[in-house]
């Protein structure tokens, strides 16, 4: 089974281009910990300053896994980029898909 996982998030005002500054390097995390294909999108109608981030997945248990594994005791950097995020953001939401084979 594969999932598509895709995350929406609204930033603060004009903090868009720190959102996808900060998004980028937590994708070098995901790519090194094997999901390697990613897409972003950001707005250009309906809600202002809201960023896409979407992926695929084999597993949801090894995603989450290695989503977790994030959260435990990261280092300072890590932290810093956690904190930092979180500040520029005003909300977010995750939708989580199956993808089905159309043959």
Known sequence: MKYQIRE???AKRGKVP?????????????????????????DISGDLDTVYHEWEVDSLD???GFERGLYVDPDAQTQ????????????????????LDTD
């Open 8 to 10: 929406t998030y609204t």
């Open 18 to 42: 720190e959102y996808l500054e900060s998004l980028k390097v937590v994708i070098g995390f995901m790519k090194a910990g094997g999901i390697p294909n990613h897409t972003l999108c950001v």
């Open 62 to 64: 090894d995603y989450f």
């Open 80 to 99: 810093q980029l956690i904190d930092h995020v979180n500040d520029i953001t005003l909300s977010g939401k995750r939708e989580i898909f199956e993808i």
